[in-house]
């Protein structure tokens, strides 16, 4: 069991940043495949960006451009820097690690972009 933490979520002005963090229990990043995803309200959880093990970056169309995905292994920590928010960026935002049949999830933070 791998247990994520995260933090860094809250009400911020359309235009605005934030940078949201997930701590990891124990080093995991040499093998998972470490994601940021969101849910809005009545929605599906949808994917924002993915790290690999490797250091690669993937994000969803949405956010290309606004939004950094990152880590810091000797801190076991995600980061998702967050930059020229929208209201529709407004969702709660879980940390996720996978790998092979191991997936495991955050408690979630919220954000909130006003207009």
């Known amino acids: 069991q791998v247990q994520l933490v995260e933090s860094g979520g809250g009400l911020v002005q359309a235009g605005g940043s934030l940078r949201l963090s997930c701590v990891a229990a124990?080093?995991?990043?040499?093998?998972?495949?470490m994601g940021w995803y969101r849910q809005a309200p009545g929605k599906q959880r949808e994917l924002v960006a993915t790290?690999?093990?490797?250091?690669?970056?993937n994000y969803a169309a949405s956010v290309k451009g606004r939004f950094t995905i990152s880590r810091d292994s000797a801190k076991n920590t995600v980061y998702l820097q967050m930059n020229s928010l929208k209201p529709e960026d407004t969702a709660v935002y879980y940390c996720?690690?996978?790998?092979?049949?191991?997936?495991?999830w955050g408690q979630g933070t919220q954000v909130t972009v006003s207009s």
């Open positions: 124990r080093n995991i990043f040499s093998n998972y495949v």
């Open positions: 790290i690999t093990a490797g250091g690669t970056t």
């Open positions: 996720n690690g996978n790998y092979l049949m191991y997936n495991y």
